[in-house]
């Protein structure tokens, strides 16, 4: 984990994602030191593993970054919260998207990205 730090703003907690495992799925949010993260990366080589991610009780979510998720399939969000998503419009197949019991979701992100399914509660 590294932190950003820039004159008279607040650090950042930032980590970047750099070990996935052979299947492709990656959970995130399963204890309190992801839950604390405020910027989320995937390294490039790892990035291309992924399938699926599931992003879970994470509220303080700045900016998710999935530049490098191009291989992504499903993008699962629940109870989490986010201000910023970059990189979406990198994603190669039509993904799926599930958010469930997050508040204050904003979804202008999907604009030019290859959503397919999309299921929001």
Do not use: H
């Not at 490098?68 to 986010?82: M, T």
């Not at 997050?102 to 509660?121: A, F, Y």
């Amino acid at each position: 984990m590294k932190s950003i730090t820039t004159e008279g703003k607040p650090i950042l907690r930032t980590l970047i994602i750099k070990n996935v495992s052979e299947d492709g799925k990656l959970r995130f949010g399963v204890n309190n030191f992801q839950q604390s993260i405020q910027i989320l990366k995937f390294g490039q080589e790892e990035g291309k593993k992924i399938k699926s991610l599931r992003i879970t009780d994470c509220q303080n979510l700045f900016q998710l970054d999935l530049s490098n998720l191009v291989n992504l399939e499903k993008l699962s969000l629940r109870n989490s919260k986010w201000i910023e998503v970059k990189g979406a419009k990198n994603i190669i197949p039509k993904f799926k998207l599930v958010v469930k019991d997050c508040e204050e979701v904003n979804l202008d992100w999907l604009e030019e990205t290859n959503v397919g399914e999309k299921k929001i509660e």
